[in-house]
């Protein structure tokens, strides 16, 4: 599991070592791992570090004296290292004199400096560190801008990014590479700010850190959640999903949910709903009815909405009204919307909740104007997209129930608080029906027994690597039913990943 505190948190860890150790003890911990990053770097793509060409931009402040040490260790290697300084009466004393010293130059005319980082092997963005607010200011904004023939590596966080919530607010610089100390920050994690942020490498400092409030999930800690039978497991004990989707105008969406909940880990899927002829003729070990959820037989768990059409008020209802986990999808969410957070008050077993920006922003407004669908007007979706965490932490608290706001980053937030983030997936999941089949897969694993946030969170990451394998390479298209048919070998590969007879447990 990826770890990531906010800024705060991470200000507060690095007081409280500083206290304990010689004076710049920890800024010389970060520069050393920094250095050895961007050596490796150059190794890979010249094939050695001497006469390199280097640029270190350098902000005021420990970001810019970071990156200098830095660049002062790379120049006592033999490489060829300029710094350019965006703030030069604030800029790091001791790191400056480190860069002289060790042959380093300093470039004082902003174009010669950009001439430099456009010609450059390694490029080191210390302009701006994790406590910046907004984007670039306008002495950086044209090294965003300019052409570049070398890598980026950032220090700590791209600069213009929020390093706590991964919004750009302007102009950032996309990196590479991004190199952090300590821990990961949310804003890495998380698109917009995850986009720049190119590969993240974590350098440990040595900081005691607290439980962290966002996560993400690798390929162990999946494997751990995923549900395996026992000897006496039968098709009841596993557990029974129920699948509430589809309708006359949408007959699709029943046949995706139901393939992706028959992948789930459930022992057995009950579809219920117009579509019923159809399920059974693609899937013959699907259970049918053409009633609603009240009438189904015994279900784990719920998964209503996908394609209802107008009947997804019925479904919601009805299966609200059972003491099991439901999942809310699409059509369920638009009823839900109007209904606003009073329509789950009273439930003492969980509700899931999974939709896309659009969604959020009529689930948000309905929970403004407590429901009735009369009063607030919805936020933009586009507003909502550009500050996830923040998106799905309202939902949860306004509904207190699980989210998973879908996306080109996928968050999970739970109502007490916690958080994961999905790092698998592709921009092909964004195709007709593939939120179908993550709906059925989530419910499935509900129905098994795990917990919201753990079936959300696996789901996403099996639906995401799915997608990746049904792509086989970069740029090819696929479907909603490819992804379906890829979650088994998606699972497998996750149970496989560490030895042990069912995949890594943790």
């Known amino acids: 599991m990826r770890h990531a505190h906010r800024v705060e948190v991470v200000r507060a860890a690095e007081a409280a070592l500083m206290a304990r150790l010689p004076e710049g003890t920890l800024m010389q911990r ?22 390199s060409r280097v640029v270190v931009l350098a902000g005021s402040g420990d970001n810019g004296g970071d990156a200098l040490y830095a660049g002062a260790a790379l120049a006592r290697r033999g490489a060829r290292v300029s710094a350019v300084l965006l703030a030069p009466e604030r800029a790091h004393a001791g790191g400056l004199a ?48 300019a052409g570049r023939s070398g890598v980026v590596v950032a220090v700590d966080v791209p600069s213009g990014v929020d390093a706590d919530t991964g919004e750009v607010a302007g102009v950032a610089l996309r990196a590479d590479v991004t190199v952090c100390f300590g821990t990961y920050k949310p804003g890495l994690l ?23 409030e966002v996560q993400a999930p690798q390929h162990a800690d999946v494997a751990g959640l995923l549900p395996v039978p026992g000897a006496e497991s039968d098709k009841y ?43 059974v003729r693609r899937f013959p070990e699907a259970l049918v009815t053409e009633g609603g959820p009240a009438g189904a037989g015994r279900v784990q768990a719920w998964v209503v909405g996908p394609g209802g059409g107008e009947g997804a008020g ?64 919805p936020p933009a979706a586009g507003e909502l997209a550009a500050a996830r965490l923040a998106t799905a932490r309202r939902l949860a608290a306004a509904y207190r129930a699980t989210v998973l706001l879908k996306g080109s980053t996928t968050v999970v937030a739970d109502p007490g608080g916690a958080v994961r983030v999905n790092p698998t997936g592709t921009s092909w999941l ?19 027994g795990l917990s919201p946030l ?53």
């Not at 195709?431 to 059925?440: K, R």
Request: proline share 5%; glycine share 18%; with cysteine.
């Open 30 to 51: 970060a520069a050393a791992g920094l250095a050895a990053t961007c050596a490796r770097l150059l190794i890979r793509r010249r094939g050695r570090v001497y006469g």
């Open 237 to 279: 004990r596993r557990g029974v999903v129920g699948v509430a989707a589809g309708s006359a105008r949408y007959p699709g969406a029943a046949l995706l949910a139901v393939a992706g909940a028959l992948r789930g880990g459930a022992g057995a899927v009950r579809y219920v709903g117009t579509a019923a002829e159809e399920v």
């Open 98 to 145: 480190a860069l002289r010293a060790a042959g380093g130059r300093v470039v004082a005319d902003q174009d010669a400096g950009l001439a430099d980082f456009s010609r450059a092997d390694l490029v080191l963005d210390g302009i701006v560190g994790i406590g910046g607010q907004g984007g670039l200011r306008p002495e950086a904004r044209p090294y965003a801008r």
């Open 430 to 448: 964004a195709t007709a029906g593939s939120g179908d089949v993550l709906a059925g897969l989530a419910g499935s694993l509900l129905a098994a």
């Open 454 to 506: 753990d079936a959300a969170s696996a789901a996403a990451y099996l639906h995401g690597l799915a997608a990746r394998q049904a792509a086989a390479a970069p740029g090819a298209p696929v479907t909603a039913l490819d992804v379906a048919g890829a979650l088994s070998t998606a699972w497998n590969d996750v149970r496989t990943a560490a030895p042990g007879p069912g995949g890594n447990r943790g």
């Open 314 to 377: 019925r479904a919601l209802a009805e299966a609200l009204a059972a003491d099991v986990p439901v999942l809310v999808d699409a059509d369920g969410l638009t009823e839900l919307a109007r209904l606003g957070p009073d329509a789950l008050a009273g439930r003492t077993a969980p509700t899931l909740l999974t939709p896309h920006t659009g969604e959020a922003a009529r689930l948000l407004a309905g929970a403004e104007d407590g429901g009735g669908g009369g009063g607030a007007r």
């Open 190 to 212: 998380i698109d917009p700010g995850a986009s720049y942020a190119g590969a993240v490498q974590l350098v440990g400092i040595g900081l005691e850190l607290p439980a962290a």
